[in-house]
């Protein structure tokens, strides 16, 4: 067994990683009618049995981008967290990610995150910018923006260039985050 979850409700990720072998492989899942979750979901609505969200593979490269934490204020502070994988690869002096705020095919703002080693297998990434003319968002008029963040790594003569896009909302300004990249 990989994995055990009792919430249907929420995302849940396994590692596959040391089970996966060259060639074909097969994944089986199996679903449990009753759990001892069950009874604590279901109290107001009818219980149901099965998978309710969708179920996928995928892989990354070694270094990637794990997490995205995006912060912005209505007077217009733009803030980048991120968590980065290096599998061992280092940091280069000077490297960072790479951030372009988009208002559709317009670059509004554009800013460098430098990156610090956190361990040997990770490192963060901070950076802000001052965005000028922030327009609000309200369901009347839904300004919505693009965050573009990208990181360029030379891993073994190859680049791996993990890219991720977020939209968010430009206002009320709230926290967005984003998973696994």
């Known amino acids: 067994m990989l994995g055990y979850s009792t919430d249907s409700k929420l995302p849940v990720e396994f590692d596959l990683s040391s089970q ?3 060639g074909r492989n097969a994944l089986a899942m199996e679903v449990l009618c009753w759990s001892t979750q069950a009874y604590l979901e279901d109290q107001d609505m009818w219980g149901f049995s099965g998978i309710k969200r969708d179920v996928f593979v995928f892989t990354r490269p070694r270094c990637h981008i794990r997490d995205i934490e995006v912060r912005a204020s209505a007077d217009g502070l733009l ?3 991120a968590d980065l994988a290096l599998a061992g690869a280092g940091v280069a ?3 960072s990610l790479s951030c372009s705020l988009l208002d559709g095919e317009r670059l509004v703002a554009s800013f460098a995150a430098p990156l610090r080693r956190r361990t040997a297998a990770s490192a ?3 950076g802000n910018a001052a965005v000028a003319g922030v327009r609000t968002w309200s369901a009347e008029t839904p300004n ?3 965050l573009l963040v990208t990181w360029e790594k030379v891993v073994d003569g190859q680049a791996v260039r993990p890219r991720c896009a977020c939209a968010w909302a430009s206002g009320p300004w709230r926290s967005a985050r984003a998973g696994s990249w």
């Open 124 to 126: 963060v990434a901070s």
């Open 79 to 81: 803030e980048v967290d």
């Open 20 to 22: 996966v072998v060259k």
């Open 144 to 146: 919505l923006n693009t």
């Open 93 to 95: 002096e000077k490297e």
